[in-house]
T-cell receptor, first 113, second 114 residues
Framework: QKEVEQNSGPLSVPEGAIASLNCTYS??????FFWYRQYSGKSPELIMS????GDKEDGRFTAQLNKASQYVSLLIRDSQPSDSATYLCAVNPALYNNNDMRFGAGTRLTVKP | DAGITQSPRYKITETGRQVTLMCHQTWSHSYMFWYRQDLGHGLRLIYYSAAADITDKGEVPDGYVVSRSKTENFPLTLESATRSQTSVYFC?????????????FGPGTRLLVL
């Protein structure tokens, strides 16, 4: 079982719709969770972090964490073509030190005008 | 403000050759990281450094060597390149310790080992 799993996609949504990206992780003791966005040919950039169960909102982005289900998701409301990118889920498993993140393979999102 | 830069941006080499990838940051960040990114694997941590002369292994350190004599530089050396090391390599830096501290990524180096 991979430490962090994501649906590889591609996920395609129409402009203005809600895009839902999902991630599961294997280490139940994990405490820190992140979503990175990576445009094609570019480097990753952090867009959301979440540490507690529940929802965390930042503009059009909402991260949701359910530690009991070992599940973290990212919702993008009012999706725009500029949101088309690969979204990487990252987790800091309790097994490793606090500088070691494990990434999922990423979900490619396409927002169609 | 140059931020974090990597060189070369593209590199083709042959199996068995030594290759050094350079990373330079202008923020005086304490922590620096090297990742590789391959299809189907996402990003994987190779090595990281907490300060000059302090380095530690990540998830996939075998076949790589790092050094950090100056805070701003963190070179990654492939001592004897193999085809399995064909990848995109990203350097990152953060102000202090801990994954909660935002890591800023460089533009990446695409390495092809023939």
């Amino acid at each position: 079982q991979k430490e962090v799993e994501q649906n590889s996609g591609p996920l395609s949504v129409p402009e203005g719709a809600i895009a839902s990206l999902n991630c599961t992780y294997s280490d139940r003791g994990s405490q820190s969770f992140f979503w990175y966005r990576q445009y094609s040919g570019k480097s990753p950039e952090l867009i959301m972090s979440i540490y507690s169960n529940g929802d965390k909102e930042d503009g059009r982005f909402t991260a949701q964490l359910n530690k009991a289900s070992q599940y973290v998701s990212l919702l993008i409301r009012d999706s725009q073509p500029s949101d088309s990118a690969t979204y990487l889920c990252a987790v800091n498993p309790a097994l490793y030190n606090n500088n070691d993140m494990r990434f999922g393979a990423g979900t490619r999102l396409t927002v169609k005008p | 403000d140059a931020g974090i830069t990597q060189s070369p941006r593209y590199k083709i080499t042959e199996t068995g050759r030594q290759v050094t990838l350079m990373c330079h940051q202008t923020w005086s960040h304490s922590y620096m990281f090297w990742y590789r990114q391959d299809l189907g694997h996402g990003l994987r941590l190779i090595y990281y450094s907490a300060a000059a002369d302090i380095t530690d292994k990540g998830e996939v350190p075998d076949g790589y060597v790092v050094s950090r004599s100056k805070t701003e530089n963190f070179p990654l050396t492939l001592e004897s390149a193999t085809r399995s090391q064909t990848s995109v390599y990203f350097c990152a830096s953060s102000r202090t310790s801990g994954v909660q501290e935002t890591q800023y990524f460089g533009p990446g180096t695409r390495l092809l080992v023939l």
